[in-house]
């Protein structure tokens, strides 16, 4: 498997939300990642359905869409219908994330798993055969701009190896702090779906930003693992 660029629009101007998308996609992105956020389960508050529903018109590639909601069930029909491809929910909100993770799938998407910084891999030893693929937060959640946590490194790699034993070729996704400093790092230790931000659009030229960024992931698949 190729690895994939998601850029999130969390740190895009959102009064020029279409251009931003369509500037990343030139630069090779292969999805869009929305960050929803309520203002409970993280601090800040984003976006929610109608916006989804708008940037689905323009995109060209599919929506990522990571829920740090409380009680995400009862959206998860609106993402769907909005235009989401992809829907990624937190194991830490989820007292019944198996019911969760198949609701996802039941409405025709693939379903996330995600992982806090402070949450263990053994977090997903009952739902690693069901997840579509698995986001291992490399930041706390709730804003954009943030700082690479190291330990999130060998968590990747012991996720995939999680999901290895559990016979599941669900690719590990990471989100936050990714940039050129780390980029060749977590794709060595198993990423495959790498979120960046402010790496690529807090930048005077994000289509470059983008480009750049997954070339370096590229070149990482093909450099031996440490
Ligand atoms: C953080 C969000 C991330 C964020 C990433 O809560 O889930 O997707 O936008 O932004 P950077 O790449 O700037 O850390
Ligand atoms: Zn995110």
Redesign the pocket.
């Known amino acids: 498997m190729s690895v994939l660029l998601a850029p999130?629009i969390?740190?895009a101007d959102f009064a020029a939300l279409g251009a931003a998308i369509a500037a990343v996609e030139r630069g090779g992105a292969d999805l869009i990642?929305v960050?929803v956020m309520d203002g409970h389960f993280?601090p800040n508050i984003t976006i929610g359905p109608p916006v989804v529903r708008s940037i689905k018109r323009i995109a060209k590639v599919p929506l990522d869409v990571?829920l740090?909601i409380e009680e995400p069930d009862r959206y998860l029909d609106a993402f769907a219908e909005a235009g989401a491809s992809m829907i990624s929910v937190h194991v830490e909100v989820l007292p019944h994330l198996h019911r969760t993770v198949h609701a996802i799938k039941a409405l025709g998407l693939k379903a996330g798993v995600v992982l806090n910084p402070s949450t263990p891999v053994v977090a997903l030893e009952q739902i690693a055969g069901d997840a579509d693929y698995v986001l291992v937060?490399s930041?706390n959640?709730?804003?954009?701009?943030?700082t690479f946590i190291p330990r999130s490194e060998p968590k990747v790699r012991d996720v995939r190896a999680l999901l290895d034993r559990a016979g599941s070729a669900a690719p590990v996704e990471i989100?936050?702090?990714?940039d050129q400093r780390n980029v060749s790092a977590v794709v060595a230790a198993g990423a495959r779906i790498l979120?960046?931000?402010?790496?690529i659009f807090d930048t005077p030229d994000p289509e470059r930003a983008a480009r750049d960024l997954k070339a370096a992931a590229m070149a990482a698949l093909t450099t031996p693992a440490r």
């Open positions: 999130s969390l740190s990642h960050d993280v990571h740090m937060m930041v959640p709730g804003f954009g701009g943030q989100d936050g702090g990714i979120v960046a931000g402010s790496a």
